[in-house]
């Protein structure tokens, strides 16, 4: 297999030159205060004054800051350099203390010092990942006994369709990667990049057993018929910050949760 992690950093590199500067990130009201978390999560989230948080494939940041003006003391990772320089960056501006590493989600641990209160990860993160096992034990070595998994993630049945929504071209099941040539991004002012993309799929049940087997106990999971993102080719708005595929309101889930405790409950 061609080195994705190289391909993927490439891609998410051009990615970033054009999502910093999107509307769909709209980083002008993020810098004035706005929180880039979504009601999904802010409801499975602690309390983070003076809590270690260690936030997982962070893109440029803009949640990683969101936790930390919620008091978190967060360490953010990410794959793409630019994404990471782009976080920095941000960080200073809006003068919040935020820890960037640039590495991937597998060698987390050789980078990191001591362990986590709390593991956060969010929306189109696990497909880019060929192995959930090695990602749960980078989870669980990185949480404190009784520490925090929060993750939230678009679900596996959106991702069975074609980019266009109109027919079944994926396995749900993690059985072949996925390797494309795309134009453009989920963003805004994204028209100009073209780039090679290596992904996987990865089924709820996938997702359960390699937690379970590095030691978490699922406290909490739920699924949700709408997206917090417009970024699918057919979703609409039907309510302020829920997007649903057209034709198919309701019937079908987007987006999934999971809270796992580490050591809690086994």
């Not at 993160?125 to 060929?130: A, H, K, R, V």
């Amino acid at each position: 297999m061609e080195d994705y992690l190289k391909v993927n950093r490439d891609a998410w590199n051009k990615r970033t030159t054009a999502h910093v500067d999107s509307e769909f990130y709209d980083n002008a009201t993020f810098k004035e205060g706005r929180s880039s978390l979504n009601d999904i999560e802010l409801a499975l989230i602690p309390d983070l004054s003076g809590l270690r948080v260690l936030h997982l494939q962070c893109h440029f940041g803009q949640d990683s800051i969101s936790l930390a003006r919620k008091g978190a003391q967060v360490t953010a990772i990410d794959l793409s350099d630019e994404a990471i320089n782009q976080g920095k960056a941000l960080a200073k501006e809006v003068n919040i203390d935020v820890e960037f590493i640039c590495c991937d989600v597998y060698s987390t641990l050789d980078h990191i010092e001591g362990q986590y209160d709390l593991v956060f990860t969010s929306y189109g993160t696990i497909g880019w990942l060929p192995d959930l096992n090695k990602w749960a034990n980078v989870i669980s070595q990185s949480l404190k006994s009784e520490g925090k998994l929060v993750f939230v993630e678009f679900h596996p049945a959106v991702w069975m369709f074609d980019d266009n929504i109109e027919r079944i071209a994926y396995s749900y099941f993690n059985r072949d990667v996925i390797v494309e040539e795309l134009e453009g991004s989920y963003t805004d002012g994204s028209e100009e990049i073209r780039a090679k993309y290596i992904s996987w799929n990865h089924g709820l049940g996938e997702v359960y057993q390699a937690l379970k087997a590095n030691g978490l106990n699922i406290v909490d999971f739920n699924e949700y018929d709408f997206s917090p993102y417009n970024c699918f080719a057919t979703s609409h708005e039907v309510s302020p910050g829920k997007y649903m595929l057209k034709g198919n309101e309701g019937k079908m889930p987007m987006v999934y949760s999971i809270v796992g405790v580490k050591g809690v409950g086994l």
